[in-house]
């Protein structure tokens, strides 16, 4: 039996970061992945979306180009060489974290790990059992999508986050049950190949968990790409019928329709991945571990990260917690801050937040003053004819400190770096609007609105 000091169940941005990390702190470290490493963000979810967005934004900008009087000959789309890119970008970034994994001197067992009593953990290999042991314990078994119990879905063939990016043929027609995060960023995609794409969202807007502010703007720019949302609407039946899906959906007010389509995407959350530490008993929060602020469980040998856990089901949440986990597990005492955790949507126009939302401070009952700054009189946004968008700061009232802020438009996902650090460094609206912001940027709406918070706008 091989013996470790930490053991890491899972190879995605929580897992493989935690293992690296406590390698990088002198200890010796395993890391179990039944599938291929980089989990779900990688090999299904932000990576393969992110890649397949990136050709939406690029066949929006030919046809949008013609405005501009430029003209090119008729657009095809290759589907396979689409995806055969996305493999690439997958590959390489894989081929990244084993040379990592490799430097670090860490074991990687491929295979499906399951944890017993003592540390003792079975990871069933393609050929034989293995039974490995650890002193610390890193789970990061990250979650599944979530199918509901929808009569009809069991004789539906439909699409979920794992299957959709290697889907064979563009559809003539899809329906997106749940319009959060995955619904519409998938959307965006399908759309941009022409394919009439109807998202079903049972909640009264799209993407509820960003502030109806975004989502009304979000709304407005999907439906110019003739993508039909339907809000406030459940699914209640799917029936099969001469080789079409029927998906029977009812509204709050009790109008029903009935959706005639060829492909099915389920998008409506995700489960957390606990069945391979069942028989411990760890203390739960619902479905997911529930861990401290040290990424501890209820048992003091074992720590959990990620979806597994609840809370963010992003990325780089995963990796921050991997990170605090592996350093508590080395002996180290860490915590995740988790007041600025940005959170992105990368649909054309993206959704960039951090921090607080307006909801957020008026539940916490703080004192605050909001500035919206609209992107359609900022001149970078008008030389890129993406005028739709704009920037919304929350500040404090006593001190002017930065409590939140959300951003909607081109390239916003990259730009929220920079209210995060300020809401890091517990900067205020003071000293943000004393920084000379390159113009022209989008990036000056943010400087505008902190000067208008402060009544030196000059545009504002
Ligand atoms: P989500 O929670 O973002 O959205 C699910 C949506 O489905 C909700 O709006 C909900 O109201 C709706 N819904 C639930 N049941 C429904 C039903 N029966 N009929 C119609 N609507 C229904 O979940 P998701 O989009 O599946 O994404 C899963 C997780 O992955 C999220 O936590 C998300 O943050 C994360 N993710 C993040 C990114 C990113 O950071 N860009 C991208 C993709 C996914």
Same mark, same amino acid.
């Given at each position: 039996?091989?013996?470790?000091?930490?053991?890491?169940?899972?190879?995605?941005?929580?897992?493989?970061?935690?293992?690296?990390?406590?390698?990088?702190?002198?200890?010796?470290?395993?890391?179990?992945?039944?599938?291929?490493?980089?989990?779900?963000?990688?090999?299904?979810?932000?990576?393969?979306?992110?890649?397949?967005?990136?050709?939406?934004?690029?066949?929006?900008?030919?046809?949008?180009?013609?405005?501009?009087?430029? !003209?090119?000959? $008729?657009?095809?789309?290759? #589907?396979? @060489?689409? =995806?055969?890119? /996305?493999?690439?970008? &997958?590959?390489?970034?894989?081929?990244?974290?084993?040379?990592?994994?490799?430097?670090?001197?860490?074991?990687?067992?491929?295979?499906?790990?399951?944890?017993?009593?003592?540390?003792?953990?079975?990871?069933?290999?393609?050929?034989?059992?293995?039974?490995?042991?650890?002193?610390?314990?890193?789970?990061?078994?990250?979650?599944?999508?979530?199918?509901?119990?929808?009569?009809?879905?069991?004789?539906?063939?439909?699409?979920?986050?794992?299957?959709?990016?290697?889907?064979?043929?563009?559809?003539?027609?899809?329906?997106?049950?749940?319009?959060?995060?995955?619904?519409?960023?998938?959307?965006?995609?399908?759309?941009?190949?022409?394919?009439?794409?109807?998202?079903?969202?049972?909640?009264?807007?799209?993407?509820?968990? !960003?502030?109806? $502010?975004?989502?009304?703007? #979000?709304? @407005?720019? =999907?439906?110019? /790409?003739?993508?039909? &949302?339907?809000?406030?609407?459940?699914?209640?039946?799917?029936?099969?019928?001469?080789?079409?899906?029927?998906?029977?959906?009812?509204?709050?007010?009790?109008?029903?329709?009935?959706?005639?389509?060829?492909?099915?995407?389920?998008?409506?959350?995700?489960?957390?991945?606990?069945?391979?530490?069942?028989?411990?008993?760890?203390?739960?929060?619902?479905?997911?571990?529930?861990?401290?602020?040290?990424?501890?469980?209820?048992?003091?040998?074992?720590?959990?990260?990620?979806?597994?856990?609840?809370?963010?089901?992003?990325?780089?949440?995963?990796?921050?917690?991997?990170?605090?986990?592996?350093?508590?597990?080395?002996?180290?005492?860490?915590?995740?801050?988790?007041?600025?955790?940005?959170?992105?949507?990368?649909?054309?126009?993206?959704?960039?937040?951090?921090?607080?939302?307006?909801?957020?401070?008026?539940?916490?009952?703080?004192?605050?003053?909001?500035?919206?700054?609209?992107?359609?009189?900022?001149?970078?946004?008008?030389?890129?004819?993406?005028?739709?968008?704009?920037?919304?700061?929350?500040?404090?009232?006593?001190?002017?400190?930065?409590?939140?802020?959300?951003?909607?438009?081109?390239?916003?996902?990259?730009?929220?770096?920079?209210?995060?650090?300020?809401?890091?460094?517990?900067?205020?609206?003071?000293?943000?609007?004393?920084?000379?912001?390159?113009?022209?940027?989008?990036?000056?709406?943010?400087?505008?609105?902190?000067?208008?918070?402060?009544?030196?706008?000059?545009?504002?």
């Amino acid at each position: 039996m091989n013996d470790y000091e930490v053991v890491v169940l899972g190879g995605g941005p929580g897992g493989y970061v935690a293992a690296i990390r406590a390698a990088k702190l002198g200890k010796k470290v395993a890391l179990i992945e039944a599938r291929e490493l980089g989990g779900t963000c990688l090999n299904r979810g932000c990576i393969p979306s992110k890649t397949l967005l990136r050709h939406a934004e690029v066949i929006e900008t030919i046809e949008k180009a013609k405005q501009w009087g430029i !003209e090119t000959g $008729e657009m095809t789309f290759s #589907l396979s @060489k689409m =995806l055969d890119r /996305k493999d690439a970008v &997958i590959q390489q970034l894989r081929n990244g974290i084993s040379y990592l994994l490799k430097q670090g001197k860490i074991d990687v067992y491929q295979g499906i790990g399951n944890l017993e009593e003592n540390g003792k953990i079975a990871v069933q290999l393609a050929e034989k059992k293995e039974i490995i042991r650890g002193e610390k314990i890193i789970l990061a078994t990250g979650s599944r999508p979530l199918v509901p119990a929808i009569d009809g879905i069991e004789e539906a063939a439909y699409f979920t986050s794992d299957t959709i990016f290697d889907i064979e043929k563009i559809p003539e027609s899809m329906v997106i049950i749940g319009g959060g995060i995955i619904g519409v960023e998938l959307a965006c995609i399908f759309a941009s190949l022409n394919v009439p794409v109807s998202i079903v969202e049972m909640s009264d807007r799209i993407v509820p968990s !960003e502030e109806p $502010e975004a989502s009304k703007a #979000l709304a @407005k720019a =999907l439906k110019k /790409k003739q993508i039909t &949302i339907l809000t406030s609407t459940k699914v209640v039946r799917v029936e099969q019928r001469d080789g079409s899906q029927l998906i029977h959906v009812e509204s709050d007010n009790g109008k029903a329709q009935i959706l005639d389509t060829e492909a099915i995407l389920m998008a409506v959350g995700r489960a957390p991945n606990t069945s391979s530490f069942d028989g411990l008993n760890l203390q739960m929060d619902g479905p997911f571990v529930k861990t401290d602020s040290a990424m501890q469980t209820s048992n003091p040998s074992i720590y959990a990260v990620g979806d597994v856990t609840g809370g963010w089901q992003l990325a780089h949440v995963a990796s921050a917690e991997g990170v605090v986990a592996a350093a508590n597990a080395a002996g180290q005492t860490e915590t995740v801050d988790y007041r600025m955790v940005p959170r992105c949507v990368y649909t054309s126009p993206e959704i960039a937040s951090v921090g607080l939302t307006e909801a957020d401070a008026k539940r916490q009952g703080i004192d605050y003053k909001v500035v919206r700054v609209d992107h359609a009189g900022n001149g970078r946004a008008l030389a890129q004819d993406e005028k739709e968008g704009f920037t919304k700061l929350i500040a404090g009232t006593k001190y002017g400190e930065i409590l939140g802020v959300l951003m909607v438009g081109p390239h916003v996902t990259e730009m929220i770096a920079e209210p995060s650090a300020f809401i890091h460094l517990e900067g205020t609206v003071d000293e943000l609007a004393s920084m000379i912001h390159a113009h022209p940027t989008i990036t000056e709406s943010l400087y505008e609105a902190a000067a208008s918070w402060i009544g030196k706008g000059v545009h504002h």
